[in-house]
């Protein structure tokens, strides 16, 4: 019934804005026009008639001009003659539109619209819910052994077998997610995520145990990259599912702090290591910190010049950061020293004493690579626009003058 209604003021509203201007029209009245007509026709041919008498005009003239205006005049009353009868059409069409636009609307939506949806069913919102709802398992199951048919024929494709890898991990057929990043491994080699990836699906075809293959890939990625979270989570289980609860810990430790601050992920870690703490019999012992007796030996010495063609680039004021990062993991300097551009070319020492944190130092590190960049912002994070010098590796016991020239600009985020 409200259906109806609301379609019903809307006809009417329609209705409205199209009939009152047709039925506005007033029937034209033809004896007044004629008469108007004659009138000005009349004092035109008293025009004529004086220009003839002034010689204005020759006889010929004036004969040709009252030809005309007379054919004028008789157009004139013919036309108004016959547009005398259009209002009675007008009138009609009226009465036409106020039966055929409500009809019309009616048959149109009774075939084609949904009436109920106004107020709909507990039926019509369950059918709804259905089709906005997240794609249904079979669904995603025909798109996966569509990809699965298309490895068949491209082998080769190692994207394809990844993304193949993680859609059967979704659908937990893990022993053919095992297949897939075999694939993937095969054809990448030693990429920390493709391994780490590798490692969860076996893990998972096998009862979520990590010993044997999946460990061995853990770690493996892990001495690639040290400060890879999924790979200190992997290796923390396969730790402690080997019994080695202690160095569990110590790479959950490591994972807990580089964690963003207060996240849920954070705080999980958290309550994970106070509940193994609290497993481990005699308690955890406390570390002492390892002395490096090399530690006031490192000393990394540098010459940082910039190359000529980027010179106009730069202006002698802006900020020259000369620093140390690790191969891999976190890209912290591990020893820093900020100088300016009208010192250049220059020389210095990065040792132990410019490191940020006690626990990320040159000392701490077998190589490293160094870096000269220059920013006009000042901003210690790299920045679209810097010009940078890159050399490595470099180990840090080398006692040679290492030489880096500024030789590039950045153009990207991911530079």
């Not at 009609?92 to 106020?98: I, M």
């Not at 709804?128 to 398992?137: E, F, Q």
């Not at 289980?237 to 569990?248: R, S, T």
Request: hydrophobic share 45%; charged share 15%.
């Amino acid at each position: 019934m409200l259906f109806w209604l609301l379609a019903g003021l809307f006809i009417l509203i329609a209705l409205a804005m199209v009939l009152p201007p047709l039925w506005r029209q007033r029937p034209v009245l033809a004896a007044d026009m004629d008469a108007r007509n004659i009138a000005i026709a009349k004092t035109r041919l008293a025009e004529l008639k004086d220009q003839l008498q002034s010689a204005a005009l020759t006889q010929a003239q004036y004969d040709e001009q009252q030809t005309e205006l007379e054919m004028a005049l008789s157009d004139d009353l013919e036309i108004l003659s016959q547009h005398s009868v259009q209002p009675v059409q007008s009138r009609v069409s009226v009465y036409v539109l106020a039966v055929v636009i409500p009809l019309l609307a009616v048959t149109l939506y009774s075939g084609l619209g949904t009436y109920q949806a106004i107020e709909p069913s507990p039926e019509m919102l369950t059918a709804t819910t259905a089709t906005t709802a997240t794609p249904k398992l079979e669904d995603i199951s025909k798109m996966v052994n569509k990809l699965a048919e298309h490895m068949k024929t491209n082998p080769t494709d190692a994207q394809g077998w990844m993304m193949l890898g993680k859609s059967y991990k979704y659908l937990q057929q893990y022993p053919k997610a095992v297949n897939a990043f075999a694939q993937a491994y095969q054809l990448l080699g030693d990429r920390p995520d493709v391994m780490l990836l590798y490692a969860d699906a076996l893990a998972f075809a096998s009862n979520e145990q990590l010993a044997g293959k999946p460990a061995e890939l853990v770690f493996k990625a892990l001495a690639l990259e040290p400060d890879n979270v999924t790979g200190l989570w992997l290796g923390g289980m396969a730790k402690v599912q080997a019994g080695d609860a202690l160095a569990g810990l110590k790479l959950w430790r490591k994972l807990e702090a580089l964690l963003p601050l207060g996240s849920q992920a954070q705080q999980e870690t958290q309550g994970l290591l106070a509940k193994l703490e609290s497993q481990i019999p005699g308690g955890v012992p406390v570390e002492q910190p390892v002395q490096n007796t090399n530690a006031t030996a490192i000393a990394i010495t540098v010459q940082v010049s910039l190359a000529p063609d980027l010179q106009k680039l730069a202006s002698p004021n802006d900020t020259v950061f000369i620093y140390a990062q690790a191969l891999s993991g976190a890209r912290m300097p591990l020893a820093i020293i900020r100088k300016q551009v009208a010192e250049l070319p220059l020389t210095v020492s990065l040792t132990d004493a410019m490191a940020m944190m006690p626990t990320m130092k040159l000392s701490t590190f077998p190589t490293v690579k160094l870096l000269a960049r220059i920013s006009k912002s000042g901003n210690a994070m790299p920045q679209v626009g810097d010009l940078i010098g890159v050399i490595e590796p470099v180990t840090v016991t080398d006692k040679k003058l290492l030489s880096i020239v500024i030789n590039h600009q950045v153009k990207s985020a991911n530079e």
